[in-house]
T-cell receptor, first 113, second 113 residues
Framework: DTAVSQTPKYLVTQMGNDKSIKCEQNLGHDTMYWYKQDSKKFLKIMFSYNNKELIINETVPNRFSPKSPDKAHLNLHINSLELGDSAVYFC????????????FGQGTRLTVV | AQSVSQHNHHVILSEAASLELGCNYSYGGTVNLFWYVQYPGQHLQLLLKYFSGDPLVKGIKGFEAEFIKSKFSFNLRKPSVQWSDTAEYFCAVNAYGNNRLAFGKGNQVVVIP
């Protein structure tokens, strides 16, 4: 019973393509996040949703569009992929009341060729 | 905005040696503090957390961390490391009441058998 699950785990695609990464959590949390981890392992928050509402939107190209159909799901769609988008993308969730603990998914390793 | 500093990005030590990783944050208000570990090829897992109370926090796998408010620090320690502690370690800070979890740049720890 995976708490935060992401699909796919690996994604290799060509420049210019559009791709999506899906995330689901079965913890009953209200808040979900997308983080990007670059080749130097630096973790940077991209988006945060609370109960389907966008609350954090960092300086991310508008080719990246999150979508939250319900509070258990937060998907990430990326248009016109570029080489620099290659990274590991982590989904996470946390319970209500501010961040008490973030639970992370397994990550999606995106490689753009 | 809160920020987190971790120094000595690469740490190499032998089994049974003691480990201490520094973490400093910049935020004047109440904070929640975390250390996460990322084993090679895996997702982030929580090692320990501090919200309030005893500033010396014990986590899993023999790790502990001490919150020193006057120094804005939350250093991680383990008295005797094992080869299996080889991983990336991330300090994270959440300003109380907001949904942002800010990560440091991580410490890559390699334990030599």
């Amino acid at each position: 019973d995976t708490a935060v699950s992401q699909t796919p785990k690996y994604l290799v695609t060509q420049m210019g393509n559009d791709k999506s990464i899906k995330c689901e959590q079965n913890l009953g949390h209200d808040t979900m996040y997308w983080y990007k981890q670059d080749s130097k392992k630096f973790l940077k928050i991209m988006f945060s949703y609370n109960n389907k509402e966008l609350i954090i939107n960092e300086t991310v190209p508008n080719r990246f569009s999150p979508k939250s159909p319900d509070k258990a799901h937060l998907n990430l769609h990326i248009n016109s992929l570029e080489l620099g988008d290659s990274a590991v993308y982590f989904c996470a969730s946390s319970p209500p009341g501010g961040v008490t603990e973030a639970f992370f998914g397994q990550g999606t390793r995106l490689t753009v060729v | 905005a809160q920020s987190v500093s971790q120094h000595n990005h690469h740490v190499i030590l032998s089994e049974a040696a003691s480990l201490e990783l520094g973490c400093n944050y910049s935020y004047g208000g109440t904070v929640n503090l975390f250390w996460y570990v990322q084993y090679p090829g895996q997702h982030l897992q929580l090692l320990l957390k501090y919200f309030s109370g005893d500033p010396l926090v014990k986590g899993i796998k023999g790790f502990e961390a001490e919150f020193i408010k006057s120094k804005f620090s939350f250093n991680l320690r383990k008295p005797s490391v094992q080869w299996s502690d080889t991983a990336e370690y991330f300090c994270a800070v959440n300003a109380y009441g907001n949904n942002r979890l800010a990560f440091g740049k991580g410490n890559q720890v390699v334990v030599i058998p």
